[in-house]
């Protein structure tokens, strides 16, 4: 495949882009306790981490240490599926973090600065080794590690004169953005703000309907209005992980997400994916969400059904008296054959014609989403109904590091999958640069 010499990366985690190498480095020579690393590892995999061993072998000059250590450091095929095990190897990066030390002592000082300022360089070095000329790159901090932000802004700007582009998007807190607003705010109208280009939501979506988040929204958007130039994009995992609603609720909440005004839509796996890949089963939901998509259906009836799916009003409505006397947090069972499954994928359908009205993009990370996502087969996933319906969408790398890919392994997995051309890898990366935070928000022209 003919690759592009110019990439873009707009999905990105700053932590989870640091690789197995340059973190041994960080964590050598240090006395660390490995406890709940080790405790966790054991509850996902059912053996211990030989992470002691390897440390002592590394600093002995053991050559066969370093490939061991990215081993136990990188989430890999042969640990897909399983949101556990995935929490359990980023244990790795966590405990091994000075930022936890500080944040157990209630301030941060120096120790952390330096940490957050050596991954940034530490990153961007294997960017720009790849060739990546712009990486959005998002962090979040625990409350009051302000300084920790103004650090990763610190070390970008030194990349003013270069050919390398970092900016920082802002991750908050999905149980309460407000508190993380006034800095993340701050830090966008600053000396350095044109860097920061976005705020984001991420981690666990289960229990965070999108509709909460309108007034917040909102507020972004009128922030927007009132300073173009520091414009932010919305940045909304969403449609990732949606274990605990109907397909229904899940296709919806990434609609609902480009509704309220999302620039971009996190992995988004629920808006395309083939339902088939997850055959006849059964699921639960609460009472609320049902009655959320109750009233949606009742909304968007005339467009889905341009799509072949009949929304029975009458039922719909008796169905919402009864469920309106129901505790909010009950649960539903929710029964799939092949018949729901395929009015799944109508919803999809519209869903999708939708999100493409709205202007959202979707951010494709296809290791990612085969290794957490759990879509084991390349026909199920959700790129090539994208592509079909002419769903924009961008591919990223989510946590190179972690998952030990690059940008240019996801451009190629998708151009193999979906059977495209070999150039099409540089539409691909054009679509990035097109697609990138400022362009969306106005802040400069595509």
Request: aromatic letters at 8%; proline letters at 4%; hydrophobic letters at 40%.
């Given at each position: 495949m003919n690759q592009p010499e110019r990439l873009a990366d707009l999905h990105l985690h700053l932590y989870g882009s640091i690789g197995p190498a340059d973190w041994l480095e960080h964590v050598k020579d240090r006395e660390i306790d490995w406890e709940s690393y080790e405790s966790a590892f054991l509850e996902a995999y059912g053996v211990a981490p030989p992470i002691r061993d390897v440390l002592d072998r590394y600093r002995a000059g053991d050559s066969g240490a370093a490939e061991e250590f990215r081993r136990l450091f990188v989430f890999g095929d042969d640990d897909a599926g399983n949101f556990d095990r995935f929490?359990?190897?980023?244990?790795?990066?966590?405990?091994?973090?000075?930022?936890g030390e500080d944040q157990a002592r209630g301030s941060y000082g120096q120790v952390s600065i330096d940490e957050v300022t050596n991954v940034a360089h530490a990153v961007i070095r294997s960017q720009q080794a790849q060739g990546i000329a712009y990486a959005e790159q998002r962090m979040q901090v625990p409350d009051g590690a302000w300084i920790l932000l103004d650090a990763l802004l610190n070390a970008y700007a030194e990349y003013e004169d270069s050919t390398f582009q970092p900016r920082m998007v802002v991750s908050l807190p999905r149980d309460d953005p407000?508190?993380?607003?006034?800095?993340?705010?701050?830090?966008?109208?600053?000396?350095?703000?044109?860097?920061?280009?976005?705020?984001?939501?991420?981690?666990?979506?289960?229990?965070?309907?999108?509709?909460?988040?309108?007034?917040?929204?909102?507020?972004?958007?009128?922030?927007?209005?009132?300073?173009?130039?520091?414009?932010?994009?919305?940045?909304?995992?969403?449609?990732?992980s949606f274990g605990d609603k109907s397909l229904e609720s899940a296709v919806r909440w990434v609609h609902e997400s480009a509704e309220l005004g999302a620039h971009r839509l996190g992995h988004a796996i629920a808006l395309g994916v083939d339902p088939e890949a997850y055959g006849p089963h059964t699921r639960t939901e609460c009472v609320?969400?049902?009655?959320?998509?109750?009233?949606?259906?009742?909304?968007?009836?005339?467009?889905?059904?341009?799509?072949?799916?009949?929304?029975?009003?009458?039922?719909?409505?008796?169905?919402?008296?009864?469920l309106r006397s129901h505790p909010p947090d009950e649960k539903l069972m929710v029964e799939y054959d092949h018949s729901?499954?395929?009015?799944?994928?109508?919803?999809?359908?519209?869903?999708?014609?939708?999100?493409?009205?709205?202007?959202?993009?979707?951010?494709?990370?296809?290791?990612?989403?085969?290794?957490?996502g759990g879509i084991s087969e390349p026909a199920h996933h959700p790129v090539h109904r994208f592509l079909d319906h002419g769903v924009a969408f961008v591919v990223a790398s989510d946590d190179p590091g972690i998952f030990g890919?690059?940008?240019?392994?996801?451009?190629?997995?998708?151009?193999?999958?979906a059977g495209l051309e070999p150039d099409a890898a540089h539409e691909l990366a054009d679509r990035a640069w097109r697609y990138r935070s400022e362009v969306l928000t106005g802040r400069e022209e595509a």
């Open positions: 929490q359990a190897k980023c244990n790795l990066l966590i405990e091994g973090s000075r930022i407000w508190r993380y607003w006034e800095v993340a705010r701050a830090l966008a109208l600053g000396p350095s703000g044109h860097l920061v280009t976005g705020i984001d939501f991420s981690y666990h979506e289960e229990g965070y309907p999108p509709k909460d988040k309108k007034p917040f929204f909102d507020e972004v958007l009128r922030f927007n209005e009132q300073h173009p130039e520091r414009a932010l994009a919305i940045l909304y995992h969403v449609g990732e609320d969400e049902r009655i959320d998509q109750l009233t949606y259906d009742l909304a968007h009836a005339e467009g889905l059904l341009r799509h072949g799916l009949e929304v029975d009003r009458e039922s719909a409505m008796e169905e919402l008296g009864r729901r499954l395929a009015d799944v994928r109508r919803r999809q359908d519209y869903a999708m014609e939708q999100v493409r009205a709205l202007g959202a993009v979707v951010e494709v990370c296809p290791t990612s989403n085969r290794r957490i890919t690059t940008l240019r392994d996801e451009l190629r997995w998708v151009v193999d999958a």
